[in-house]
């Protein structure tokens, strides 16, 4: 756990996220929120969908940049050091994380490495999660093949991995069963009594989270409405208590028995014959049940019902009311669409003086109480005074050694390699087909063209552009359209939260693919050999050669995956890429035998270098113009892995 200082876990100030709707109206996500978490506690964020609780919730996880106000987590400024709260933030996002395509033991060590623990630290903890989530059975089975339970409870167990600070969970029983539910609540209750660990809970489930939550903040429209402890909003809203009595045989209660529980309650009928529902004030409680006994008698009812007030019954009751039209300022355009914001956020009347935008925030909990005693907001009754405008302290942020950074890029690249180089168990029929049998049928058929193309030179290009051609199919599709699969799934905004770059994903992700589309290049080499009995100098200028190659084609599949949102377009522009390279490069054919057009078009075609270096390579023949084939896929590869980092959307601006 990385250890930071001891003010609240979470500060909110005048906190805006605003953008522009389709007709160009400006719309808040989040409107001037203020309020703070005390650390240790488990802090319940409630509100119908669209109330802006996943925009507040990628802002802590410095995923989403405010508009206008501040927010500090865990005593980091996340406007100013996003990178720097992940180290210290798990997030269980609603819909799934990424490691889906391994096993479940190998998901929770490598969300350790991850996230910085030590090697023996992630195995140990990674032991203990198993042994406390049950999932000791289903430890070495591949998390996807799981049940939607089960793989929501190693979903789970990811998130507490690195023993972070402050836990945000997004629906975190989503898909359980009773019994694993009360285990994932029984968690988070412990988390914050014994570890001190603030959790932030987003769910609807708001009559489960009632027994694990200190305090609530209920959203409308991209307010906070309400907030306090369950006990001290049911005194706001006044909230009532329930009984639900059925008359025996399906008869009617008389008139004095509904008369005598009238004067304590409100008496209404229920949904079916003989049922009556009686609401009345908790302190209440007492005399109604004394008026059951005695005026109606127990003889007289079949069943009854009785409930104190719900959590729920407050949420159910904090609804929003119009108070005039929302006010406009001139705030900057966002580039991008906040997600789970409302179409127009409806103006809010504030029930609740704490919490609310303007209240003053809650003091923290002196250092050393209880989780238990860190639960009372401010009184009700207080007058609120408007929340200082100063920004907070700016965060001290230590200073890395270049070792230390370059020792966490090669952890978090060694285990995102390790992923990636592990989910071709589940495709290894596509890069079986695209590394070895469609080199394969390029050089025995493009070799048969005419009356055969049978001599050195021509084979050379068939070889060197059959290898060149499978590098791109999958060096571009399937990465385009591994990348487009991760969006898709959710996974993109979970490795953004992990505490690792950009460019170790980038790089890990490129490398892995490198190896997997590899036998596209040595089985078109070899196959001429073995074929034709030509003798090819395999030299160790390969070696770079076709890193150089393929990269530019691994960057360009990246940008189309990241830029495109549909897998079917995705596909489909991959494949008319693919069949401008073979028509337009000098993969099987000398450049002198294109066209004018083709040949100015081959020019600026990486592939076009890359198989003239690969000729060069084969036959030995390393002179000035292999040295500018090399610079050009060079600076090729520099450029679009530059421009694949810029593609990627790590973070909405």
Known sequence: MVKTDDG??????????????????????????????????????????????????????GLVRPTSGSITVNGIDVVRHPELVKSTVGFLPQRGLSMRLIEARRALHYTGRLRGQSEADARRQTDELIEELGLGPYADRQVERLSGGLMRLVNFGMTLMGRPELIVLDEPTNELDPHNRRLIWDIVQRRA??????????????????????RVAVMHGGRITAMGTPGELKEQTGAQAR?????????SLTEAEAARLGRIGVVSPGDRSGSYLVTAPPDRI????????????????????????????????????????????????????????????PPVKELATVGAPGAEPEEAAPTGTSPATRRSPLPASRTPRPAPSTAPAPTRVPRRTLGARLATFGTSFKYLWFEHMLIVRTSWHVHMVFGIFMPLTMVFGFSRIGSGLTDQASLLYIASGSGVFSIAALGTTAIAQRIGAIKAEGSMMYYASLPISKVAFVTAFVAARLLLIAPGLVTSLLAVEVLYDIE??????????????????????????????????ISIVTYMLNFLLLLGAPLLIPMESLPVALRVISYVMPTSYGADAIRHSVTGDIDGTFALDVAVLAVASVASLWIADRALRWRAS
Request: proline share 9%; hydrophobic share 40%.
């Open 8 to 61: 609240p876990a979470v500060e909110v100030r005048d906190l805006v996220r605003a953008y522009r709707g389709r007709g160009g109206e400006l719309i808040k996500a989040n409107d001037g929120l203020t309020f703070n978490v005390p650390r240790g506690q488990v802090f319940g964020l409630f509100g119908a969908n669209g109330a802006g609780k996943t925009t507040l919730v990628l802002q802590m996880l």
């Open 536 to 569: 090819l100098t395999l030299s160790p200028t390969l070696l770079f050669v076709y890193p150089l190659t393929a990269l530019p084609l691994a960057a360009l599949g990246l940008v189309i995956g990241s830029l495109i949102d549909k897998i079917e377009l």
């Open 193 to 214: 009594a014994e570890d001190g660990t603030t959790i932030v809970l987003v769910t609807h489930n708001v009559l489960e989270a009632e027994k694990a939550v200190h």
């Open 286 to 345: 007492q005399p109604l049940l004394e008026v059951l006994v005695t005026d109606v008698g127990v003889t007289r009812v079949d069943d009854f019902r009785f409930a104190r007030p719900t959590l729920e019954d407050v949420y159910l009751s904090l609804k929003p009311e119009p108070v005039g039209e929302p006010e406009k300022p001139a705030e900057p355009e966002p580039a991008h669409r906040a997600p789970d914001s409302p179409e127009q956020p």
């Open 243 to 251: 009984l639900e009595l059925f008359v025996r045989d399906g008869g």
